[in-house]
């Protein structure tokens, strides 16, 4: 006579199971280009986030400096061109949109990398904070 018996594991069996090292370093392994992408912008939001708390008047001056350029340009005082096909050759990457402009094309990056971007705010904020 054969027992078929069902068994059933508890919430704390597949919590272990969830949390077993071997599967966890497993997938760390797997995602390691990524982790190392994530301390990277970590770390450069983290300098930018220093520097800019340590030089925060020089900043100031710049963010105005480009400010009136944008408004220079917008009033036909000045022409700003960029090309932009010469930063995508120098940055190796290609944008979806290519006649939109740098907004919107600076959102769908970060709507398309979120972790990454959340990661460098989050090294911005620490670097203000430590400095």
Do not use: C
């Not at 450069?44 to 408004?71: E, S, T």
């Not at 290519?98 to 398309?112: I, Q």
């Amino acid at each position: 006579m054969e027992s078929h018996e069902i068994v059933q594991s508890g919430w704390l069996d597949s919590l272990k199971q969830r949390l077993n090292t071997s599967s966890f370093s497993q997938k760390i392994h797997q995602n390691k280009h990524f982790l190392v992408e994530l301390a990277i912008y970590f770390g450069a939001g983290f300098l930018i986030g220093f520097f800019f708390r340590r030089f925060a008047k020089v900043a100031v001056f710049a963010a105005l400096a480009f400010i009136i350029m944008y408004v220079l340009q917008q009033m036909n005082v000045m022409v700003i061109a960029i090309n932009w096909n010469s930063v995508e050759q120098f940055l190796g990457i290609q944008f979806t949109q290519p006649n939109a402009d740098f907004l919107s094309m600076l959102w769908e990056w970060v709507r398309t990398h979120i972790w990454l971007t959340l990661s460098g705010i989050l090294g911005f904020y620490l670097g203000l904070k430590a400095s």
